[in-house]
């Protein structure tokens, strides 16, 4: 009898009904996502006695002003540069992947590609990059491939280079580069495919009869379509490496980015609106960057 009665009620009322089911997620992102990230702006916005060491709760500018000193700066633009540089290399390397797989893979070879591209993505991410820890690490396969070529050389002096060497890869802006690749590669590809899956055949085929070489038609034709998706893959790439802490603390150098600053502000040096503060800044960035992908057209190919 109740439950007939509910069932009345909700078909008399069916905004009752959706104010129901959309009431847990809605708590969920209001209390625990977005009411985190505001805490974590008013904790940006307090400071740390200086003798003390502890946190004076009165607004302030302080803290984001020591971000512009010299080692928090570099902290930042760092971080950047990594991400433009893991977007771009992801977007290069993706565009023919996806491409082949969009125009030329059917049946079981589409089957295969999915395969291929989610499979790494269901291994532990602790494993993957401890493994290529062993990987660019000197007596790993990509150093024994390098002495077998007899270009052990041209490794070292790459490694001998100011700001992209190091010991060994394993240790080095390359290696963190690498696997930074590697782990956010497929979020480019995806989405990079299925803009291009969009792409009618016939507007190549137009391309082609208008008297468009291979090279125009990639120019003028498929990049400008294809567009939407690297932006929406370059989304993935470019936040996913600027909030990675593990990779850098992993295969990386001395030297911090702004995931590790927040975790080591955080936790050992206990200046948590030092932490806030860096990480306001991806979220700034991110603010920004997807306003221009926006206007791109990049979440149509999501």
């Not at 977007?87 to 291929?116: D, E, M, Q, S």
Request: aromatic share 14%.
């Amino acid at each position: 009898m109740a439950e007939a009665r509910a069932s009345d009620l909700f078909w008399r009322r069916p905004r009752l009904l959706l104010a129901l089911l959309l009431a847990p997620p809605l708590l969920w992102l209001g209390i625990v996502y977005l009411g985190s990230l505001f805490a974590l702006l008013a904790q940006s916005f307090f400071s740390i006695d200086e003798f003390s060491g502890l946190v004076t709760y009165e607004l302030t500018l302080k803290t984001y002003g020591e971000l512009f000193r010299a080692s928090n700066l570099d902290i930042i633009v760092r971080t950047i540069l990594m991400s433009a540089a893991v977007t771009v290399a992801a977007a290069i390397v993706a565009f023919p992947i996806a491409y082949y797989a969009a125009r030329y893979a059917r049946g079981p070879w589409k089957a295969v590609f999915y395969l291929g591209i989610m499979l790494p993505l269901w291994s532990s991410y602790l494993v993957k990059v401890y493994s290529w820890k062993l990987i660019l690490a000197k007596e790993g396969i990509l150093g024994w491939i390098f002495a077998k070529l007899h270009l052990t050389w041209l490794l070292d002096a790459w490694l001998a280079l100011p700001g992209v060497g190091g010991k060994s890869l394993s240790v080095s802006w390359t290696g963190t580069f690498l696997v930074f690749l590697y782990v956010w590669l497929p979020y480019m590809i995806l989405p990079v495919q299925a803009a291009l899956e969009r792409v009618p055949p016939s507007m190549l085929e137009a391309s082609a009869d208008l008297g468009a070489r291979p090279g125009q038609t990639l120019r003028s034709v498929i990049l400008p379509l294809a567009l939407p998706g690297i932006v929406a893959g370059s989304i993935f790439t470019f936040s996913l490496t600027m909030g990675d802490y593990i990779i850098p603390q992993i295969v990386g150098t001395s030297a911090r980015m702004i995931g590790q600053a927040v975790y080591q502000f955080q936790g050992t040096a206990g200046n948590i609106p030092l932490a806030a503060a860096f990480a306001v800044v991806p979220i700034l960035v991110m603010a920004v960057y997807l306003t221009v992908a926006r206007r791109m057209g990049a979440f149509d190919a999501l």
